[in-house]
Structure formats: C-alpha cells, structure tokens
C-alpha cells in the first residue's frame, strides 16, 4: 500500500536472486516506484510485464546482490571443503511448501545419504519449520543420535555453507547465493515448480531457477532419490568443470559484485537531494 498522505518514493530490494514473474505474486512490484534489480533477468521481467499490462514504467538500477557479496567476503582463506576422496558433507536446503522437498521427501532424502556414508546438514526454510514442524520433528527424532547428521534451524549462520562440499536443493534462491558465492554445484531434485503467479507464462520469459540449474549443476528426478549417490558420484567427476562454469554464469547474472552498496547508496541520496533541493 502506498501512503495516502505524503509523496513517497519506494524502492524494492530484491530478498533473492530468482526471477519476480513466477515466483512472486503476479502484482507484487506494480506499485514500486524504483527496483533495484539483480540482473539483467529482472530488467527483462518487469520491462516485459510493463508493456504486457500496460502499467507506468519503474526506474530500474542495476544494482546487483549485497547478500552474495557478504558471503564471498565470510568465505574463509582456507576452505574447509573437500574435493579428495575423503568423507564428503552434503547440505540440504530447500524452498518450502506442499510440494516441497522436506515435505515430501526430507527422511528418505536423509537416509539414502546417511547410507551411503555422507555427513548431512539439513537447513530448513524457517517457513518449513513454521508450516511443517511435526515433518522436521519427525526427521531429527529419527536421525539425532547419528553422528552424521546435523539439524540447522538458524538460517542466519553460514558456517554449513563453507563446511559442505555442496548442496541440495529444489527451486530456492539460496541455491543461487551458494553456488556463485562459493563456486560449489548444486544437485536440483526436480519437484513441482514453485509458482505464485500462474500467469508468469505471458511473459514467455523462462525463469532464471529454471534457465540456470543445470548450468551450475546437475537436476535429477525425484523418484531416483535413492540412486542418489550415482548422481553424486557424477557430480564429483565433474566438479571443476562446473565450478568453473559457475564463475562463468556468475558474471552474467549478477550486476556489480562487490559495489552493489555503492551504487544503491548513491542512488538514494541522489534522490534524496533532488527531493530536498525542489
């Protein structure tokens, strides 16, 4: 809702680096005055959504991901990830939702890489545990006197990030802000789209969690859940190449990394001064 009473400018800041016409609900940026936009995928999507539904044209900047680049300055000198033969931890984070994959596959997830001699560290969407905490609960009653296993509510830590040697995940954000900030693969399980908007598909635009995925790793099934580790093993044979391709598709997707806060910053006392000078 914008103020009835004083003319105030709104800017939105982008909580995740995914594309704004599936994901979000169909309105959720007509009424901002400014976006400060990840990529060049977020000018594409709201330039095409403008002219689609005919709304007034935003101030678009392109800013790019201050998230991203706190986690490329925590990553510690000597990373503690392993790439040998040596026991390799897994982190699981996914989206959330009733098709999500805690929610339908969390334990069998778990167990197929306990048994196959993994470290796991499963990281909920705090949304996961709110809407499906007797799932959650079921899984760490299950699993908590393994000493391999690791039950990670605190989303604000990112030591799993740095200690894992990659992640699972399904169509979440944070998929993205691991793999760029840490040049480590992602293993999609490929469930149901998460989609508020069923309308995204007018834009005939495909969404970056969708376009990128096998760019930066590999998607599988989800009835394969226990053939897991044959598409690990894949993953490990390939990790420098992809870890490569990953500093590759970094720089395509995301503007400015490591002055995202400078441009943003300038814009808004620019606009401020204006503001204050008229």
Request: glycine share 4%.
């Amino acid at each position: 809702k914008r103020s009835k009473i004083s003319n105030v400018h709104y800017i939105y800041l982008f909580h995740s680096m995914v594309s704004n016409h599936m994901i979000y609900r169909k309105n959720a940026f007509d009424h901002y005055d400014t976006i400060f936009c990840v990529g060049k995928h977020h000018i594409d999507e709201i330039k095409k959504t403008e002219k689609i539904y005919n709304l007034p044209k935003k101030t678009l900047v392109e800013f790019g991901y201050g998230k991203l680049e706190n986690l490329i300055n925590s990553k510690p000198v000597n990373d503690s990830s392993k790439t040998s033969n040596s026991k390799k931890t897994i982190l699981i984070a996914p989206s959330w939702g009733d098709n999500g994959l805690i929610e339908n596959y969390g334990k069998s997830l778990v167990m197929s890489l306990l048994e196959k001699d993994y470290n796991v560290i499963l990281r909920p969407h705090p949304m996961s545990y709110k809407k499906s905490q007797k799932i959650i609960d079921d899984i760490k009653q299950t699993f908590y006197k393994n000493p391999d296993f690791i039950l990670e509510l605190d989303i604000r830590n990112s030591t799993s990030f740095f200690d894992s040697d990659c992640m699972i995940s399904d169509w979440s954000g944070v998929s993205f802000e691991y793999a760029f900030a840490l040049e480590k693969p992602v293993l999609f399980i490929d469930i149901p789209k998460k989609i508020n908007n069923p309308d995204y598909i007018q834009l005939d635009i495909i969404p970056i969690e969708e376009k990128i995925r096998s760019e930066i790793g590999f998607v599988m099934n989800s009835n394969e859940i226990r053939k897991i580790s044959s598409h690990l093993d894949n993953l490990w044979k390939n990790y420098n190449a992809i870890k490569t391709n990953i500093a590759i598709i970094k720089s395509q997707t995301v503007f400015n990394i490591g002055s995202s806060a400078k441009i943003g910053s300038e814009f808004i006392l620019n606009k401020l001064n204006k503001t204050s000078n008229s």
